[in-house]
């Protein structure tokens, strides 16, 4: 059914056109095929996580796994900027399409690895490729398809469904590995998963593009977005998202080994809690920067995170380790779907591909920062408890950093507003 084309009006402060006539329900079937998509693609690629144990049988040194795994976030970083330009101008099922495409046909190239040489590294690579374009596209369809003054519910949901899959594929991956003893099973695993994904992307409709008049057509630009503003201003907030990362890396990379040296050797829990945390914060209040600005959800949730990695490095007990677990991950339920909105309420809707495409790219370098970076600080220290506290000092600096210079996109869309809403400062 195509809904009539409501008249512009002036965009609201949060980008989302004011006195909009066009109302779209947020679990429509397009939606739901969209988020079951990026389910399926997350699926196929963290059964991949377990994908060491397939090369240690050739034994390679640490240092090229972790070139052969690592390769695969690099590749993303770099073409998802590109790639989200390409599907502001074609479309993002297209886009996400040949996405799904690439990691399919990548596949089926790893049951001829014999080796942690050069086809594996160039397999991940070109797997990276899809995934950076593929999940880039899809958050960028979840978007379009979710009420303006939902955005960022939505893109809370569709983190959800990567949080789970993320948490469900090396169970799974582990499983089929012990029963059939052969990791060619879990390949297949990974063409069934991509080859889902990509059935759930043909089945979501076109829609119109910008500038056709349509439905699908861009609402204004939120009123000072890219071209009225200074490189510094870039600069800070780029800051957020690598900070964002950079602190994520710090909770799970290290988590482990910490919990380890001060004798807790059940460190799965943690990580549990952090999943539970994330999923019901992003599920159960996944809009309210939706309902009450950017600005005022990404400050306290970035001073959370912060001041949960100082909870960690003070932590004495097991309980106290693992309600750290669980902050954390409200801390970040809150703060992803925040923080991406405000990208894409800065540089303007039309440019929402390029936004989500810029922001996962400074979000996964912070990831890929942060592990040397910490592990560096915690030689240099002496010890993760210092290395956690650095952490929390750094992100509550550059929080505030961000809170005093970045500018605020604007009010809340009109009838949400909260009574003390305003276009300036941390508001």
């Known amino acids: 059914m195509v809904c009539p084309r409501a008249p512009r009006s002036r965009a609201s402060g949060d980008g989302s056109p004011e006195g909009s006539e066009v109302k779209r329900p947020l679990y429509g079937r397009d939606f739901v095929l969209a988020s079951l998509a990026y389910f399926f693609v997350f699926l196929s690629i963290a059964v991949f996580y377990l994908f060491p144990l397939h090369l240690n049988q050739f034994h390679p040194s640490q240092s090229r796994v972790g070139l ?11 073409v998802r900027p590109l790639f989200g330009r390409v599907l502001d101008r074609r479309g993002g099922r297209k886009v996400a399409m040949a996405g799904m495409l690439v990691i399919l046909l990548s596949i089926p190239g790893f049951y ?17 490729v899809g995934w950076g374009v593929g999940t880039t596209a899809l958050m960028a369809i979840c978007s379009e398809l979710s009420p303006p003054e939902k955005m960022a519910q939505s893109l809370g949901i569709i ?9 469900a594929g090396p169970l799974l991956a ?25 059935a759930c992307v043909y089945a979501i409709r076109e829609r119109p593009q910008a500038g056709d008049g349509g439905p699908g057509a861009a609402p204004p630009r939120a009123e ?28 799970l990379n290290f988590i482990a080994l910490f919990g380890d040296s001060i004798g807790f050797h059940r460190v ?18 996944g809009d309210i920067s939706d309902r009450y600005g950017r600005k005022r959800v990404i400050f306290p949730s970035a001073v959370m995170i ?22 954390a991950g409200l801390g970040q339920g809150l703060i992803f779907p925040a923080l991406s909105t405000y990208v894409i309420d800065f540089l303007g809707r039309e440019n929402k591909g390029l936004a989500l495409g810029l922001y996962l790219s400074l979000f996964d370098f912070g990831m890929g920062l942060g592990s040397p970076l910490w592990g560096w600080v915690s030689d240099v220290t002496g010890g993760y408890r210092t290395m956690y506290a650095i952490a929390g000092g750094l992100i509550i600096a550059l929080t505030l950093l961000f809170t005093w210079k970045a500018p605020a996109p604007g009010a809340p869309p009109a009838g949400r507003r909260h009574p003390v809403a305003g276009n300036s400062g941390l508001w």
């Open 68 to 78: 052969i795994m690592g390769v695969h976030s690099v590749v993303a970083i770099l």
């Open 112 to 128: 001829l690895v014999e080796g942690a040489g050069w086809l594996a590294l160039a397999l991940r690579a070109l797997n990276g």
């Open 159 to 167: 983190g959800a469904a990567g949080i789970v899959a993320g948490a």
């Open 174 to 198: 582990e499983e089929v590995f012990r029963r059939f003893g052969d990791f060619r099973a879990v390949f297949a695993v990974g063409i069934v998963m991509a080859a889902a994904a990509l």
């Open 224 to 251: 000072g977005g890219f071209g009225r503003h200074a490189f510094w201003t870039l600069a800070v907030i780029a800051v957020m998202p690598v900070a964002h990362g950079a602190a994520r890396g710090a909770v």
């Open 268 to 285: 799965a829990p943690f990580f549990l809690v952090f999943s539970v945390a994330a999923i019901l914060t992003r599920v159960g209040v």
């Open 306 to 327: 912060g001041l949960n990695l100082f909870w960690i490095a003070g932590t004495g007990s097991y309980w106290s380790f693992l309600a750290t677990g669980f902050v």
